[in-house]
């Protein structure tokens, strides 16, 4: 190491170093010598490019080195997911540990006095400095020696206000208490969900829960692009009101949901399966599920109503109204709201009748229905001008901007 070094120095360096010689027996004096009057050079000296020279730690030897360090951790990678199924599904060359950015400086000075930790920065691998913080490098690889194998991988994650965040889409977050899961040995990893977002797919939200049907729904990330994902069954709900869902009609549904967009309505674009198949055919536990994927839009629902809204509204509704008149179909069923609004009121009298409800709720609840009954008896006619419709109501609207003053 001594004759390369020199060599590679200019000569007016070469010369002083001859006289400081003794400081190379010391690896580590030598290290901080070359950091201060070489800088340039150290890339060249300690940069490793063995990257596949890999004789990894085991889970627990990974437990007990991390669990005496003072931070928030969490294994991750292939592991993390065999954690999670309790079994070790396929041979791992290597093991990854998660840290957080604002703790890396505590887990260098554990780690640094039995370890050499190297930072992967531009496909090198370098040496990571005592006292430096990476504000960009997310990757530091662990070794005994600098000759020695890779032994484990510390990937640095962001935080902010207590949240982890996505590095691929830093709108997507999640609180850190609920990053991590444990075994029943106390060995913390990442969650699985997390873990296969890191390389293709984070459930982010589900949507279905508490909804009147029974499709699944959620909201997701893939490569970075947040998508609305459902899995809608034939019948979707126990009640009759709401009908069948045929693979007809629901091809024809994503058919009229394109020619919404072509006519300027604003609305989710379709992600199909190809050219002419709009969404796909899969089993669920022996249920049988058709699977669609819309792009996501951010908003907010409409949860109140003023003059401005009201308005907004009423012109939107007037437009997809005028829109969905043009839209001519054999594939949906011909029949009046108006059967539904009755049957779904009836449903409602036969809970009222057969549940517990105060005098109170049961007065406001008759009075409701007494209402509704009337509208709908008023609205029967026996002239029709069908026309496809959606549940165009403000749960199923999101307000993107206002711009009322």
């Known amino acids: 190491m001594k004759i390369l070094l020199i060599n590679n120095i200019p000569p007016f360096r070469s010369s002083f170093f001859k006289t400081v010689g003794f400081l190379y027996a010391n690896q580590r004096l030598q290290h901080t010598f070359n950091q201060i009057l070489f800088q340039s050079y150290e890339e060249d000296i300690y940069m490793r490019a063995d990257i596949d020279n890999w004789e990894s730690i085991t889970v627990t030897e990974i437990y007990k080195l991390f669990s005496t360090i003072p931070i928030k951790w969490g294994i991750a990678g292939g592991?993390?997911?065999?954690?999670?199924?309790?079994?070790?599904?396929?041979?791992?060359?290597?093991?990854?540990?998660?840290?957080?950015?604002?703790?890396?400086?505590?887990?260098?000075?554990?780690?640094?006095?039995?370890?050499?930790?190297?930072?992967?920065?531009?496909?090198?691998?370098?040496?990571?400095?005592?006292?430096?913080?990476?504000?960009?490098?997310?990757?530091?690889?662990?070794?005994?020696?600098s000759s020695s194998p890779w032994t484990f991988q510390i990937m640095i994650v962001e935080t902010e206000q207590q949240s982890w965040i996505y590095r691929r889409e830093k709108t997507i977050r999640r609180r850190l208490e609920d990053v991590f899961l444990r075994t029943a040995e106390g060995i913390p990893y990442l969650r699985p969900e997390i873990?296969?977002?890191?390389?293709?797919?984070?459930?982010?939200?589900?949507?279905?829960?508490?909804?009147?049907?029974?499709?699944?729904?959620?909201?997701?990330?893939?490569?970075?692009?947040?998508?609305?994902?459902?899995?809608?069954?034939?019948?979707?709900?126990?009640?009759?009101?709401?009908g069948e869902i045929s693979n007809n009609i629901l091809f024809e549904q994503t058919k009229f949901c394109q020619f919404l967009i072509n006519n300027q309505v604003p609305f989710m674009h379709l992600f199909p399966v190809s050219e002419d198949l709009p969404f796909t055919t899969i089993e669920i536990e022996n249920e049988i599920y058709r699977f669609i994927l819309f792009e996501w839009i951010e908003g907010e629902h409409i949860t109140h109503c003023d003059e401005y809204i009201a308005e907004e509204f009423g012109k939107m509704a007037r437009k997809f109204h005028d829109i969905s008149s043009l839209y001519k179909s054999s594939a949906f069923p011909k029949q009046s709201q108006l059967v539904g609004y009755s049957q779904f009121v009836d449903n409602l009298r036969n809970m009222v009748e057969t549940s517990y409800i105060s005098l109170e709720n049961l007065k406001m609840v008759d009075a409701y229905l007494e209402t509704t009954e009337y509208h709908i008896e008023n609205a029967k006619t026996k002239q029709f001008d069908f026309i496809i419709q959606s549940d165009l109501n403000p749960l199923n609207i999101i307000i993107i901007t206002i711009n009322s003053e």
């Open 195 to 242: 873990q296969l977002g890191n390389k293709s797919l984070i459930i982010e939200k589900e949507l279905h829960i508490g909804s009147w049907n029974n499709d699944l729904h959620y909201k997701i990330v893939a490569d970075g692009k947040i998508f609305s994902a459902r899995f809608i069954k034939s019948e979707r709900s126990l009640n009759a009101v709401f």
């Open 79 to 145: 592991w993390a997911l065999d954690l999670h199924l309790g079994k070790q599904s396929r041979v791992h060359d290597d093991i990854d540990v998660i840290i957080l950015r604002e703790e890396q400086l505590t887990a260098y000075n554990h780690l640094s006095g039995d370890w050499m930790l190297y930072k992967a920065e531009n496909g090198k691998l370098v040496p990571w400095q005592e006292g430096e913080f990476l504000k960009t490098t997310n990757d530091i690889w662990a070794t005994k020696s």
